[in-house]
């Protein structure tokens, strides 16, 4: 099958108001044309020097998305296009991203990524760490961010059940911000979870921007 053609097939697939965003991290810029070129324009990528290239060389109207590890020195690269940051692990990260926001005089808006899954290297805030950085009201002084939503990546594994409970956990502390704190509800909207494998049971679990890449562009040759 074409890009197009897999791409079609996920979007049927997907209910009104999940958004896709079209992870192309490994794949050359002619496939992600492709997938502009059936309409895609969201795209996602996890290394910054590798988005800095395919930013230059395709359409300036992609919305490009930042859902790797991002590293604070290297957020001054793309602050000036970033259309969303998906996996945003820490205070100084927020930090580092408003600062570099205000020396373009944008907003950046930021998902904060929840750490649910059962491996310990996973980048992200435990849902009580998101809590309470949230409690800490520091967001609030920092004018060249917005939190957006929640970004989470379930279990690696193939218990469905257990992929469901972290993406339920995730839906839970989604919920308990908007209701926390009423002055993020409205700018709070993104949930973010749902790769090629679990997308479907992500959209069941609240999800409303699914991250997928292999279902659409074939295996990555790393
Ligand atoms: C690579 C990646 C994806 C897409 O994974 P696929 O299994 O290829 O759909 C989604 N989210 C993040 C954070 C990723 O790094």
Redesign the pocket.
Known sequence: MMISEHLNKIRASLPTGVNL?A?S?YHPAEMIQEAYDAGQRIF?E?HVQELQQKQSALPTDIEWHF??HLQTNKVKYIAPYIGLI??VDSPRLLCEINKQALRHDRRISCLLQLHVAQEETKFGFAPEECLDYLRSHEYATLPGIRIAGI?C?ATNTDDETRIRSDFHTAYTVFSQCIAEFPDLAPGMTIRSWG???D?NIAVIEGSNMV???????GP?NY
Request: proline share 0%; glycine share 14%; net charge positive.
């Open positions: 965003c992870v991290k996602g996890s859902i790797g998906h996996s970004m990546m790769m090629s494998e997308y991250r997928i890449g292999s279902s659409i562009f990555r």
